[in-house]
Every structure is written in C-alpha cells, then in structure tokens.
C-alpha cells in the first residue's frame, strides 16, 4: 500500500515542547522495548540499523540528488545491538512522486552472508503464506544481481515512535543521533565506533499517513512548531557527510 511521508528537520531544543504536545494524538509503538530520557521515564524507542546498496556509479544516490520522482532505494535492515536472534530486513524503498511503497522480507541474521553470496531465498527466507515475501526477496536479488549493488553507507539511529489514537494508520517518528559509516562490510552492521555524525543541533522528525490530506493535529503542531518540510535522505546525507567532510546543521 502506499503511504505518504513528510520529513523535518528540527533543533533538539524544541524536542520536549513537541514531545509533551503530540501526546493527546498518539500512543507508543508497540514494537519499541523502550529505554530512560535521562529523567526516568519511558520512551518508546530502538535502534535503527541501515545498510543502504547502490552500484558503483552510485545511480541511486544520483537519482536523489535529481530529484527524480520514480526511484528506489535497496537496504538491509535490522534493530537494536546484535543477538543470536537478529532478524534483517531485506526492503526497496520504492519513491513514486510524493508516495512511498515498501517491498520487505526477512531472514534471520546470521544467515545473512551465506544469502548474500548464493541468493538462496528458498532456503533463507521466512515464508509467509501468501508467498509475498518470497516475492520480495526475489525482487531485491534480482536488482542486487543485474545492477551489481553493493554496501555503501551505514546508517544508524535512534528512532522514537509513536501510532496515531485517532487513526492506527498514522505514525509520527523522532529520528535521533544519526550517524553513519561509508563503504561498510556486513560485518559492521551492529558496530558503534568510527561513525560520523550527520547533523550537529538537529533530529528528523516524519508523519507518515495513507490518506492525501495529512491528520489535522499534525498539521497544526507543524504550524505551531514552524516546521519546515524538506527532502531529507538519510542514506544521501550520511554519504555526503563523509564526501564533503562537513556536517549538517
């Protein structure tokens, strides 16, 4: 299904002020296992972990950077620090003008390299019964081979999430300390130092929702908080932040 996504970049400054006003709106994710603000309370939050693919005249970033409406993005995805029970996320991100539709399948992590090296998905992917993921993971292999993808950016973060109480379908994210690491190995998926910051003062807020009108709450507080929407990449961002040696706001 595609959904539409609408990114800000936002001074840390006003993170409480914003938290404590969508609060009536939302309720926490129910995926996040959740850690203290410093003050002792909850937060629903995790770790976000990003391997993003591109070829080696890096067509996906160029595609970006373009502006073109019809382009994808291949990553492999998984949460937290490491464990035995890690499961990866095999996705493209598909971009349709100002829509997202996401085509997603899993394989626990350790198999990770022996799937990568064969494109074994029958025998390393967990099947759904409508066969969906079969067919997503076919589609990831088959760009990976034909295009030659391989690993270029680590993208790590700290993701707070809330679901809409109006709406279940509404979902608001705090991307924080996102960082990243250029031309990683697999093996660097779960590692925490050499990985360089993207933004100095600043955190990535998202609303994401499937109707094309944006929930009338979210867009007040945007009013309200002077939000700015912009077209943040996290994957072009933590690219160029190694190319061009500087960080962002």
């Excluded at 992917?125 to 993921?133: H, Y």
């Excluded at 279940?168 to 697999?186: E, H, M, Q, W, Y």
């Excluded at 003062?201 to 007040?220: L, Q």
């Amino acid at each position: 299904m595609l959904r539409y996504e609408r990114k800000y970049l936002v001074p840390y400054e006003i993170l409480d002020p914003l938290r404590s006003r969508i609060k009536p709106f939302v309720r926490p994710d129910i995926y996040a296992n959740g850690n203290g603000n410093g003050n002792g309370s909850f937060l629903p939050q995790y770790t976000v972990r990003s391997i993003y693919f591109d070829t080696h005249n890096m067509e996906c970033h160029q595609e970006k950077t373009e502006g073109v409406e019809l382009r994808k993005k291949f990553r492999i995805r998984t949460y937290n620090d490491y464990s035995e029970e890690a499961v990866a996320v095999f996705e493209i991100k598909k971009k349709i003008e100002n829509r997202i539709q996401k085509h997603r399948s899993f394989a626990d992590w350790e198999d990770v390299p022996k799937l990568m090296e064969t494109a074994d998905i029958q025998r390393y992917i967990q099947a759904d019964e409508s066969g969906r993921s079969i067919e997503d993971a076919s589609r990831f292999f088959f760009h990976v081979l034909k295009r030659n993808l391989n690993p270029t950016v680590l993208v790590v973060y700290e993701r707070e999430a809330y679901h809409g109480v109006f709406d279940s379908g509404v979902r608001i994210t705090f991307d924080k300390n996102i960082r990243s690491l250029i031309s990683p190995k697999l093996a660097d998926m779960f590692k925490k130092r050499d990985l360089k910051q993207l933004f100095r003062n600043h955190f990535i807020v998202e609303f994401k929702y499937f109707t094309p009108e944006m929930p009338t709450w979210a867009k007040s507080l945007v009013e309200e908080f002077k939000l700015r929407h912009q077209a943040l990449s996290k994957y072009t961002i933590g690219y160029d932040v190694h190319t061009q040696n500087s960080l962002t706001y």
